[in-house]
């Protein structure tokens, strides 16, 4: 909770006495403050303004620089005033030194499968020989019956604006932009409705289409082939499928090689994982 709280007052601190930092030979062990003996170094600095909010971190860096300073002593001295360490504090540590330990081989293992090889070979496999799929611009007007539908499509065929029709009749929420729907490809749509898309021709009004949304009359506006997205369109998703697959062939090979042991005699309340009175006392 400290974290961030008494960081803007740190700020305004900084921002009267913002200095220069020296840029001679400095190390993460580099010592910029010493507090009742404990040593605060840049290491901690670099750490503490990597978890900083982005909008912190826009900030020129003398003046950051000393108001990170400023809220690790604040920390210190605040964490001097307590004597011991309860069984809470040294089971977030735990927990906390856990996370960050899984989070490094990730990044481990996350670095060494991200190649470009790698990418370039999820593309190939799903773009290369992937069938050409085409997309469908349509507007709609729906209504609550076959009767409403078919007195539509007689004004239509008189002439009538389907934009404005469906403005004024239609009961779905695509009705105050005139029907239109935009662009979709198959599977997008329900199944009765897609089916007629399908065997229309642009600029055709379709028959009374049921769904299970109500009648709806279709005007199908376009159509076109869908070209396959190029590598770097789908880059991130490609990288989030290749992250997830090697994650999990590595934690399903390490927990199979783990010595796991669930003591067969002890049960445990689902329930227990809210009661924090169990952490009361027990401190070391």
Not at 52 to 61: C, F, I, V
Not at 92 to 104: F, I
Request: with cysteine; hydrophobic share 40%; proline share 4%.
């Amino acid at each position: 909770m400290f974290k961030h709280t008494n960081f803007l007052a740190g700020l305004a601190i900084a921002c009267a006495v913002a200095l220069p930092v020296s840029a001679q030979d400095v190390t993460a062990d580099t010592v910029v403050a010493t507090v009742n003996g404990t040593d605060i170094t840049v290491g901690h600095l670099i750490l503490m303004r990597d978890a900083l909010p982005e909008q912190y971190k826009s900030l020129p860096d003398d003046v950051l620089y000393d108001a990170v300073l400023n809220q690790a002593i604040q920390q210190t001295v605040l964490a001097q005033t307590v004597s011991g360490e309860s069984k809470s504090i040294k089971l977030r540590l735990e927990n906390e030194r856990r996370s960050l330990m899984a989070g490094t081989a990730i990044d481990k293992l996350v670095r060494a499968a991200l190649t470009d090889e790698a990418l370039q070979a999820a593309y190939d496999e799903r773009f290369a020989n992937a069938e050409p799929t085409r997309e469908y611009n349509a507007s709609h007007i729906l209504v609550a019956s076959e009767d409403e539908a078919r007195a539509l499509i007689e004004q239509l065929n008189n002439g009538a604006d389907f934009a404005e029709l469906a403005k004024e009749k239609s009961t779905g929420p695509s009705g105050a932009q005139g029907g239109s729907l935009g662009w979709f490809s198959k599977g997008m749509m329900v199944q009765p409705f897609e089916e007629a898309v399908i065997q229309m021709e642009p600029g055709t009004i379709s028959e009374p289409v049921k769904t299970q949304f109500g009648w709806h009359v279709i005007k199908l506006n376009d159509s076109r082939i869908k070209a396959a997205p190029t590598l770097d369109e789908v880059r991130a998703d490609l990288a989030d499928e290749i992250q997830k697959k090697v994650l999990k062939q590595k934690l399903d090979e390490l927990t199979a090689a783990a010595d796991v042991v669930r003591p067969d005699s002890l049960e445990i309340n689902p329930a227990t994982l809210r009661d924090t009175a169990l952490l009361d006392g027990g401190g070391q």
